[in-house]
């Protein structure tokens, strides 16, 4: 796989080189005098109306609801006749594939959302932001640190955060109150001890952990002493060494074949986990802030008594953040869509999108002046403060080639271990040490 994807990546960078060739000389600003447009410089002011494509990753619920609005409010209030096409294309993983392929065929959109990954900004494909920005007067320091990791590449300003999460227990206060508990577990081994009872008390499973392994299983991880899923330079994973990946495994596969802990389904099982606890049969589960909305009110309209907290970890609260970024695609792209592609991205960065964002979905605010205009919501949300109070907790890893690879191997692993049982947790950490090879150069 990893030789086929750096086969894919090369094959990009030589059509995009031939098809960008040498840039033009950049266009003048809307409002300059046509007799000192000859003598301008730096990036290009939008000067006739334009379209420009964008591709997402917010396809459903809350989430789609949001894209739609916000992007028909940029096209109806944008100064420049720009006509943003939205489409979603499913997953992170999905965006950057299809954004691979289109580049090679000289289709590819203006704007995308891209996961938090150097993959693009490696090939090369992503535009520089930071002239815009300084030329914009916008203030880079007010982004919280925890979502600055991913944003600049060799110096460039290659990402904006846009979706900005963290894990959170969403959890039915009913059934925990029915096992004896008023408040949410403070730790994993109190979640566990607590998802236990509330099966042997109720009949219903306590607790579903879903296979996300950068997210809630890398979060686990590390609590119990691991860098991570795999370490830090990408060379290796001393998490299959230091016992923290057997640590991890067993306890879940223990939960599953006990019958306490619900196994995650083959397909549609986010979807599926959520309907559990509509339904009232299943009690709780980690999942990103980012579905706040949708599933805290879709279980408030099924008669759920829902509650919200923190990530439980081993031997506390953690957890890591995820999401996406948005990013601009030089490749095939001319400047005049570069410079649409701009505005568009500079209007969903703004502190007062971020917020509106935010509420609308439960993604996080990344800016300090969008977090003080969400200042009386969150007095007035418990959930929303919950997850933000998470998220400040949290710390944002992002990926790269060998992680994306590595991913791929322990989410097979954990499907063997977990979803039909065919190995044991020893097993499954036999099975990843077999393949660090493929994956990692030593």
Not at 402 to 409: A, L
Request: glycine share 10%; charged share 20%; net charge negative.
């Amino acid at each position: 796989m990893k030789r086929t994807l750096a086969v894919l990546l090369c094959i990009c960078m030589c059509l995009v080189t031939a098809a960008c060739g040498g840039k033009s000389a950049p266009a003048p600003e809307a409002s300059a005098p046509a007799e000192a447009t000859e003598q301008m410089s730096g990036p290009a002011y939008v000067t006739e109306p334009i379209s420009i494509d964008f591709w997402h990753t917010m396809g459903s619920g809350a989430l789609a609801e949001y894209m739609d609005d916000a992007v028909s409010r940029f096209n109806a209030e944008n100064e420049y006749g720009i006509t943003v096409n939205a489409t979603f294309m499913g997953s992170y993983g999905d965006v950057r594939n299809q954004v691979i392929t289109s580049i090679g065929a000289k289709e590819n959109p203006q704007v995308i959302i891209n996961g938090m990954s150097d993959i693009l900004a490696k090939v090369g494909v992503l535009q520089d932001m930071a002239p815009y920005a300084e030329r914009d007067g916008i203030d880079m320091s007010q982004y919280q640190e925890g979502a600055k990791s991913s944003m600049y590449n060799d110096g460039m300003l290659t990402n904006m955060p846009i979706q900005r999460s963290c894990i959170v227990l969403y959890y039915n206060k009913d059934l925990f109150s029915a096992a004896g508990y008023d408040e949410a577990p403070a730790t994993y081994e109190e979640l566990m001890e607590a998802a236990q009872k509330i099966t042997q008390t109720t009949g219903k499973y306590g607790f579903e952990l879903m296979i996300d392994p950068a997210f809630y299983q890398e979060a686990l991880l590390i609590s119990l002493g691991a860098e991570g899923i795999c370490d830090a330079d990408a060379k290796g994973a001393g998490c299959l060494d230091d016992g923290s990946m057997l640590r991890m495994l067993e306890d879940w596969r223990a939960g599953v074949d006990a019958g306490w802990m619900l196994a995650p389904s083959v397909s549609s099982s986010h979807n599926n986990m959520y309907q559990e606890l509509y339904g009232g049969n299943l009690a709780s589960f980690f999942a990103s802030s980012a579905v706040l909305e949708t599933v805290t009110s879709y279980a408030q309209e099924s008669g759920i008594n829902v509650g919200v907290a923190p990530m439980p970890v081993y031997g506390g609260i953690g957890g890591v953040g995820g999401g996406g970024d948005i990013s601009i695609i030089s490749a095939n792209n001319s400047e005049q869509q570069i410079a649409a592609a701009w505005e568009f991205v500079k209007f969903m960065m703004s502190d007062e999108e971020i917020a509106t964002r935010s509420m609308a979905t439960g993604y996080m605010p990344v800016t300090e002046g969008s977090a003080e205009l969400m200042k009386d919501f969150f007095a007035e949300n418990e959930f929303f403060a919950e997850a933000y109070d998470a998220r400040l907790k949290s710390v944002d890893y992002p990926s790269n080639l060998e992680k994306s690879e590595w991913i791929t191997q322990l989410t097979t692993a954990f499907s063997y271990v977990i979803q039909d049982r065919s190995m044991s947790a020893e097993e499954g950490v036999d099975y990843l040490k077999s393949m660090m090879s493929t994956v990692f150069l030593g």
